[in-house]
Each structure stands twice: as structure tokens, then as C-alpha cells.
């Protein structure tokens, strides 16, 4: 769909140092426009209203820049800035780089600044400014290792950020910067070139056939070479790249074993011209296959031939499971599929779900196709389109996987369940992303679209965190709902960062992969593998018992050693822990046996935790003892708290702020609002009677 130029929705027009009107138009995902601003040894000057450069995330919306004069100065004043600093002027340096920066410090309290560094992927700073006297004032920092290879967000180096436009981000007085000059100073150290060499690489899975792999390649000063066209080439937001860093999701562990986290994709075979060196290599292919760690070294005018084997640690396929992200961004014609799946595949994710996301206003990350016309299969790997769409932060993101066609009805976009209902005919599957995180008000939709039948699934395993409280609430309510994972990249993890494993059994299809995801024979994890039992019946079995029936349950959780190691493992019965193994055994695994007898229905699942950051947690067992599993005890706490989301529905508005592509869907989303609240607030009729029929309910004698 066409982006907007100046219209009624958005309008952006910048008078600058040239004195014109020019329209700016939004593109991507990331809504960026391009600042006319001129800079010495500048290309570009960049802002967007999603930023992702470096570290830094702002969300900015209503700080796109404008012009501003400060002292007879031409300024710019907005909330992010992206600089492309000229090839000519530098490029894939190893140098410390002094920026000077001057700002209006009656309207700057300071600013965040990253930058393409060597060695380190997320350079952050903050500075903060006490100063008086004249407005503008001028700060020097100093970039140690710059690199500026065009690895930011649309092929920048720089970036600079005010204060309070951080992810997720409130506007506030320091929501805006006032730039009036920037000037960069090289202080041309950069070694010189030696004396390069060839290498070739080759890595071959345990049957001894070529794979793709993650891999990275440092020198002894934590540098990466720039990836050699043989690299596979992915998809980061609307950018065609060679290579990608891994966000950080914990604040005391990197996800990767180096501290230089940019890493990229090969396909069995990689060649490369290098400096002269000692070269660190890093290789992986997701937790089922060891971590291949070693060094080499490159000799000028000679080449070096690696050759690596990646051996499998677990191999679960073979036991009849298979792993799937149910959530990745990438633009996708019938040409990208080769080159997707390959990075899939080296990740090791057999179900990709590639969705196209939408929003009130317009979609990203279009795909080619949908339903079976959509599907890619190479070997055991598939890649299926989905839908990021509905999505709001008025009543949550949505996914809806294996549909057959797109249904975006404007006249009905925030009638959730109606687009479920569409999907469900065509033999789709939605629910509610990012529950893990508790984002967009997804708190607000759940307690509308769930006793009321409309939800499959919702994402409780994402960026690090897994997230049960609501998941339980509606569990100890009596429903069912499929836990699942997703890495949301581009915007989150790496492809396949967290995934479900689904049990297939012995032969593998992509309609059986979404059939049993559905009858949750599944777990969700960022690495450890758990197996569950309750009775000898596997997760997601449902069991009816009478009165006093005795249940025996077994669980192991077990854990790539070269990932990490576990710490506990437990059992939840109605959301609460009621055993724990934490003694580790010589395979580091834990084991977990239990015997429980019931008086009424209840669900159990298992969950486990790595030392650090590891997690996964399983589908429930639901035991039923006449009716129902639902915790009897939790239900008039919940459906409190459920009534109290409901209640919103008659006062929300929109918040542009809130939403991800405010910049776009400000207007859209409020004349749905206004022209939808009504069959919303009859739907939230609807299921205030079936919560309240929940309160009626006998309670069942002790």
C-alpha cells in the first residue's frame, strides 16, 4: 500500500537551511523520513518514529524534527536523529572519532548517543548537561573504535536520541532535542591494512552434508570482518543486510559467547578475504546442536581451509517434536524463500510463521502469498505466512497463523472476534501476542476475547521473559488456551530466539505441526527441553478421574551444556509451585516425580529455569473429577479483575503514543473507535455474563 505524503493524517514539512518546503514521506515499518539537513561529512541526516540503532530504541511519534532558530542558528528539533556518515569521509575505520555537538541547553537537558563501534554492539551513552549561560552550548564525546560501516538502522552509523524518547517512551519536556551543528573529527589512527589471505569455511551437520549456521568471526580485538558477499543475506526491517546483532536481554549474561554480538548466516560453505591473524569462530545451529567454539589463522597470500562439524546434543525430531517461532517479520516474495528458509534452517526452526503485520491504517512485511499458495517446504522445514493484524494498543496485538487469506474489514478492525471467526473457517489458528511483556493493553482484549471462545493461543515466551499470570488466570478460570513463543524479529530476539517444540509424532506435515500445536502438545522455550507426564498421558492430554483417584506425574527439563546449565525445575498445579527439583544430575538434567490424589479437576504443567536466562514452561494436563478443571478458589479474584478490564472499554480513547505506527494510524484508529465502541461494549456485555455465571456456580462440598 502506498505511504502517505503530506495529507490529513500525517503532515511533515521541514523548512531547513534551504529555505523551501519540502514533504517528507514516511516509509517501513520504522516510519522514517529524511531530514534536509546539511552537515559536513554527512550523506544523510534520518529520523523515525520505531528506532532501532545501536541500542537505542525510541519511540518518538510526536517528535519528528522540525525546524527551529535558536540565536539566528538553523536548527532541527526533534527526538531522534540518524546520521550516514560519508563513505568517503570514513568507512570500516578502527579509530576513536570526536563528535561535537551543539544544542539549545535551554530545551536539551542532554541526549542519548550510540554509534557503529568495533568490538561491542550496543556502545550506549547518556549524557546529562548542567550547564548556564548561553543557549547554544557545544559537547564533545568521544567515540572510541567507531567503525561506521553502515550497520544502523537504514545503513546509518550515528544516532542520537533526547532524553525521554526511549522505548515505550511518555513525551514529556524532554522528549525533544534542539540540534544546531554537529561536526566529526577523525583522528585518523586506524591501523593500516596487512597482508590478507583466503579462508574456507565448511560446516557439515552430524550426517556430513554442508548446513546453514549462525556463525561470527572476531579478530583478537573483538573485530568482525565484514561478512563476504558468500554470506547469506536477511531481511532487517526494510534493510538488505549481511549481518545482524543480538539485542541483550538480561542485564548480567550476553546471548552469545563472545561480547562482540554481531554474528551472520552461511550456507555449509563460506569464503572470505581477511587480514593477516588469529581468528576467534563461533558456530551454532539453535539448542538441539553443541556450540562449536575454535581458532584459526590467516596467513598473507595463503589460503586457510576450516573445516567444522556441528554434532547434535538433543535430537528431537526423532522423538517426534518439532520446533516453530510463531512470530517473525520479513518481506517475502517467491525469490526470498531460499534464502529465509536457509536462515531458518540455521537456526533449526522447522515452522517459521512469516507475518505480515498491520495495523488501522496499513501493513509491512508484505508476503507473496497466503495459504497453502504461501507455504515454502524445503526437506522438514516450512515457512508459513501469517498475520500480525488486528493490532492496537487500544485492545492489543494479535496473531493468526496457517490462514488462508488476509481479512482486514476497516468497518469491523477492532471486532476482534469476527476476524478470529474469519480465520478459524479458513483452518487458521489467532491469538494474542506479546502477553509476554504485558504489552499494548493486551490485559484489555484478553478479558473480552476469551470467555467468549474467540481466542486459540497466546504468546507467553518472548525477549527473555516469560510472563504466566494472565495465561493462569484464565487457566484457573476454566479455559483453554495454547502457550506459544515467538522471537518477533526483527524487532526482538534473533529468528527462532524462542520457540515451541510440537509433538508430530513420526511423520512430519505442516498441517499436523498446527493441528497438535492447537491441541497443546507443545512447550515453549528459549533452549531447555522438557519432557511431562501425567498418568503416562503427554502435555496437553485432557484425564477424567473420580474422587480420591491417585495421579502420577514425571517430568525432566535437560539443557545444552555449551547454552547453559538449569537451575530448578517445577511443578504447577492451579498456578502454584507445588514440588521443585533442583538436584542437577551428572547429564545436567533434572528429573521430577511426583504423586498427587485429587478430589476435584484441576491442570498441572511444568516449568523450568536455567541459571541465568534460560526458560521454558509446558502445555498443562487438564484432570477433570466430574466437570471442569478450573480452580474454584481463584475465581472471584479473577473475574474481578477481568470485570475491571471490561469497564475500560467505556471511557478508552486513542492513544498515539501507545501505538507503535502512531505517526500513521492516529486518525484511522479513532474514527473505528468511534464508529465500533458500540458493538465492542455489546461484546463486553457478552462476557460480563459469562464471568458472571462463573460466580454462580455450586461450590463443590469439601
Given at each position: 500500500m502506498?505511504?502517505?505524503?503530506?495529507?490529513g493524517?500525517?503532515?511533515?514539512?521541514?523548512?531547513?537551511q534551504c529555505?523551501?518546503?519540502i514533504?517528507?514521506?514516511?516509509?517501513?515499518?520504522?516510519?522514517t523520513?529524511?531530514?534536509?539537513?546539511?552537515?559536513p561529512?554527512?550523506?544523510?541526516v534520518l529520523?523515525s518514529?520505531?528506532?532501532d540503532?545501536?541500542g537505542?530504541?525510541?519511540?518518538?511519534?510526536q517528535?519528528?524534527?522540525?525546524p527551529?532558530?535558536?540565536?539566528?542558528?538553523s536548527c532541527?528539533?526533534?527526538s531522534y536523529?540518524?546520521?550516514?556518515?560519508?563513505?568517503?569521509?570514513?568507512?570500516?575505520?578502527?579509530e576513536?572519532?570526536?563528535?561535537e555537538?551543539?544544542l539549545?541547553?535551554?530545551?536539551?537537558?542532554?541526549?542519548?548517543?550510540?554509534y557503529?563501534?568495533?568490538?561491542m554492539?550496543?556502545?550506549?551513552?547518556q549524557?546529562?548537561?548542567?550547564?548556564?549561560?548561553?543557549r547554544l552550548?557545544?559537547?564533545t564525546?568521544?567515540?572510541?573504535?567507531?567503525r561506521?560501516?553502515n550497520?544502523?538502522?537504514?545503513?546509518t552509523?550515528?544516532?542520537?536520541?533526547a532524553?525521554?524518547?526511549?522505548?515505550?517512551?511518555?513525551?514529556d519536556?524532554?522528549?525533544r532535542?534542539?540540534?544546531?551543528?554537529?561536526k566529526i573529527?577523525?583522528s585518523n589512527?586506524?591501523a593500516?591494512?596487512?597482508?590478507?589471505?583466503?579462508l574456507?569455511l565448511?560446516v557439515?551437520?552430524?550426517t556430513?552434508n554442508g548446513?546453514p549456521?549462525r556463525?561470527?568471526?572476531?579478530?583478537?580485538?573483538?573485530?568482525?570482518?565484514l561478512?563476504d558477499?558468500?554470506?547469506?543475506?536477511?531481511?532487517?526491517y526494510d534493510?538488505?543486510?549481511?549481518?545482524?546483532?543480538?539485542?541483550?536481554?538480561?542485564s548480567?549474561?550476553?546471548?552469545w559467547?563472545?561480547?562482540?554480538?554481531?554474528?551472520?548466516?552461511m550456507d555449509?560453505?563460506?569464503?572470505?578475504?581477511l587480514?593477516?591473524?588469529?581468528?576467534?569462530?563461533?558456530?551454532?545451529?539453535g539448542?538441539e546442536?553443541?556450540?562449536v567454539t575454535?581458532?584459526?589463522?590467516?596467513?598473507?597470500?595463503?589460503m586457510?581451509n576450516?573445516?567444522v562439524?556441528?554434532?547434535?546434543?538433543?535430537n528431537m525430531?526423532?522423538?517426534?517434536?518439532?520446533?516453530?517461532d510463531?512470530?517473525v517479520?520479513?518481506i517475502?516474495n517467491?525469490?526470498?524463500?531460499?534464502?529465509?528458509?536457509a536462515?531458518?534452517?540455521?537456526?533449526d526452526?522447522?515452522?517459521?510463521?512469516?507475518?505480515q503485520?498491520?495495523n488501522?491504517?496499513d501493513?509491512h512485511?508484505?508476503?507473496?502469498a497466503?495459504?497453502?499458495?504461501?507455504r515454502?517446504?524445503e526437506g522438514?522445514?516450512?515457512?508459513?505466512?501469517?498475520?500480525?493484524?488486528?493490532r492496537t494498543?487500544?485492545r492489543?496485538?494479535?496473531?493468526?497463523?496457517?490462514?488462508g487469506?488476509?481479512y482486514r474489514?476497516?468497518e469491523?478492525?477492532?471486532r476482534?472476534?469476527r476476524?478470529?471467526a474469519?480465520?478459524?473457517?479458513?483452518?487458521?489458528?489467532?491469538g494474542?501476542?506479546h502477553?509476554?511483556?504485558?504489552?499494548?493493553?493486551v490485559?484489555?482484549?484478553?478479558?473480552?476475547?476469551v470467555?467468549?471462545g474467540?481466542?486459540d493461543?497466546?504468546e507467553?515466551?518472548?525477549?527473555?521473559?516469560?510472563?504466566?499470570d494472565?495465561?493462569?488466570?484464565?487457566l484457573n478460570?476454566?479455559?483453554?488456551?495454547?502457550?506459544?513463543?515467538?522471537?518477533d524479529?526483527?524487532y526482538?530476539?534473533a529468528?527462532g530466539?524462542?520457540?515451541?517444540?510440537?509433538?508430530?509424532g513420526?511423520?512430519?506435515?505442516?498441517?499436523r505441526?498446527?493441528?497438535?500445536?492447537?491441541?497443546?502438545?507443545?512447550?515453549?522455550?528459549?533452549?531447555?527441553m522438557?519432557e511431562?507426564?501425567?498418568?503416562?498421558?503427554v502435555?496437553?492430554?485432557?484425564i477424567e478421574?473420580?474422587?480420591?483417584?491417585?495421579?502420577?506425574?514425571?517430568a525432566?527439563?535437560?539443557?545444552?551444556p555449551?547454552?547453559e546449565?538449569l537451575?530448578r525445575?517445577?511443578?504447577?498445579?492451579?498456578?502454584?509451585v507445588?514440588?521443585?527439583a533442583?538436584s542437577?544430575?551428572e547429564?545436567?538434567?533434572l528429573?521430577?516425580n511426583?504423586?498427587?490424589n485429587?478430589?476435584?479437576g484441576l491442570?498441572?504443567?511444568?516449568?523450568?529455569?536455567?541459571?541465568?536466562?534460560?526458560?521454558?514452561h509446558?502445555?498443562?494436563?487438564?484432570?477433570?473429577?466430574?466437570e471442569?478443571?478450573?480452580?474454584?478458589?481463584?475465581?472471584?479474584?479473577?473475574v474481578?479483575?477481568?470485570l475491571?478490564?471490561?469497564?475500560?472499554f467505556?471511557?478508552?480513547?486513542?492513544?498515539?503514543?501507545?501505538e507503535l505506527e502512531?505517526?500513521s494510524?492516529?486518525?484511522?484508529?479513532?474514527?473505528m473507535?468511534?464508529?465500533?465502541?458500540?458493538k465492542?461494549?455489546?461484546?463486553?456485555?457478552?462476557?460480563?455474563?459469562?464471568?458472571?455465571?462463573?460466580?454462580?456456580r455450586?461450590?463443590v462440598?469439601?
Open positions: 502506498p505511504r502517505p505524503r503530506c495529507n493524517i500525517i503532515a511533515l514539512c521541514i523548512f531547513l529555505g523551501s518546503a514533504a517528507h514521506e514516511f516509509t517501513g515499518p520504522q516510519g523520513v529524511a531530514v534536509d539537513w546539511e552537515i561529512d554527512v550523506s544523510r529520523s518514529g520505531y528506532g540503532s545501536f537505542i530504541e525510541a519511540a518518538v511519534n517528535g519528528f524534527p522540525e527551529d532558530i535558536v540565536e539566528g542558528k532541527i528539533n526533534g536523529f540518524l546520521f550516514d556518515v560519508d563513505d568517503e569521509f570514513a568507512f570500516d575505520i578502527d576513536t572519532v570526536s563528535l555537538i551543539t539549545d541547553i535551554s530545551r536539551s537537558s542532554g541526549f542519548w548517543i550510540s557503529d563501534r568495533n568490538a554492539s550496543e556502545p550506549l551513552q549524557i546529562e548537561l548542567e550547564v548556564e549561560g548561553s552550548y557545544t559537547h564525546v568521544e567515540l572510541e573504535r567507531a561506521f560501516a550497520r544502523g538502522e537504514s545503513g552509523d550515528i544516532a542520537i536520541a532524553p525521554s524518547a526511549m522505548w515505550p517512551g511518555t513525551p519536556g524532554r522528549h532535542i534542539v540540534l544546531c551543528d554537529l573529527t577523525r589512527k586506524t593500516a591494512r596487512t597482508r590478507s589471505g583466503r574456507s565448511a557439515n551437520d552430524e556430513g548446513t549456521v556463525i561470527g568471526i572476531y579478530d583478537i580485538t573483538g573485530r568482525m570482518p561478512p558477499d558468500s554470506a547469506l543475506t536477511i531481511r532487517n534493510d538488505l543486510t549481511k549481518q545482524v546483532f543480538l539485542r541483550s536481554t538480561h548480567a549474561v550476553s546471548p559467547p563472545h561480547d562482540n554480538r554481531y554474528f551472520f548466516y555449509g560453505e563460506y569464503e572470505a578475504t587480514p593477516e591473524g588469529v581468528y576467534s569462530l563461533i558456530v551454532s545451529k539448542p546442536y553443541e556450540l575454535t581458532d584459526f589463522e590467516i596467513l598473507g597470500n595463503a586457510t576450516v573445516n562439524k556441528v554434532n547434535r546434543w538433543a525430531p526423532e522423538k517426534g517434536w518439532y520446533s516453530g510463531d512470530h517479520h520479513m517475502r517467491e525469490n526470498d524463500n531460499a534464502s529465509i528458509s536462515i531458518m534452517q540455521a537456526e526452526v522447522h515452522v517459521t510463521n512469516v507475518l503485520m498491520g488501522p491504517f501493513t512485511f508484505p508476503q507473496y497466503f495459504g497453502t499458495k504461501g515454502y517446504l522438514r522445514y516450512a515457512l508459513v505466512p501469517g498475520v500480525e493484524d488486528p494498543a487500544v492489543g496485538h494479535t496473531i493468526s497463523l496457517n490462514i487469506e488476509v474489514p476497516a469491523a478492525y477492532l476482534y472476534d476476524i478470529f474469519t480465520y478459524r473457517e479458513q483452518g487458521g489458528m489467532s494474542y501476542a502477553v509476554a511483556g504485558d504489552l499494548f493493553n490485559r484489555r482484549g484478553l478479558a473480552l476475547d470467555p467468549l474467540a481466542v493461543f497466546v507467553i515466551l518472548q525477549d527473555g521473559i516469560l510472563a504466566t494472565l495465561w493462569y488466570d484464565f478460570l476454566g479455559f483453554v488456551l495454547t502457550p506459544t513463543a515467538g522471537s524479529f526483527p526482538l530476539s529468528p530466539g524462542e520457540r515451541n517444540f510440537v509433538f508430530v513420526d511423520e512430519f506435515t505442516i498441517d505441526w498446527y493441528e497438535q500445536l492447537k491441541d497443546n502438545r507443545t512447550f515453549v522455550t528459549n533452549g531447555p522438557l511431562f507426564t501425567v498418568n503416562g498421558q502435555m496437553g492430554s485432557r478421574l473420580s474422587p480420591g483417584d491417585e495421579i502420577e506425574i514425571f525432566r527439563a535437560s539443557m545444552n555449551g547454552i546449565s537451575d525445575l517445577e511443578l504447577i498445579v492451579h498456578g502454584e507445588v514440588a521443585t533442583s542437577v544430575a547429564d545436567g538434567s528429573s521430577l511426583h504423586k498427587l485429587v478430589s476435584d491442570w498441572l504443567a511444568v516449568r523450568t529455569y536455567g541459571a541465568d536466562q534460560a526458560l521454558a509446558s502445555a498443562p494436563v487438564f484432570v477433570s473429577v466430574g471442569g478443571f478450573e480452580n474454584e478458589d481463584a475465581v472471584p479474584g479473577v474481578a479483575r477481568m475491571g478490564h471490561l469497564d475500560e467505556d471511557t478508552v480513547q486513542v492513544d498515539s503514543v501507545s502512531g505517526w494510524v492516529g486518525a484511522p484508529l479513532e474514527t473507535l468511534t464508529e465500533q465502541r458500540v465492542i461494549l455489546e461484546r463486553a456485555d457478552a462476557a460480563r455474563k459469562i464471568y458472571a455465571s462463573m460466580l454462580d455450586p461450590q462440598e469439601q
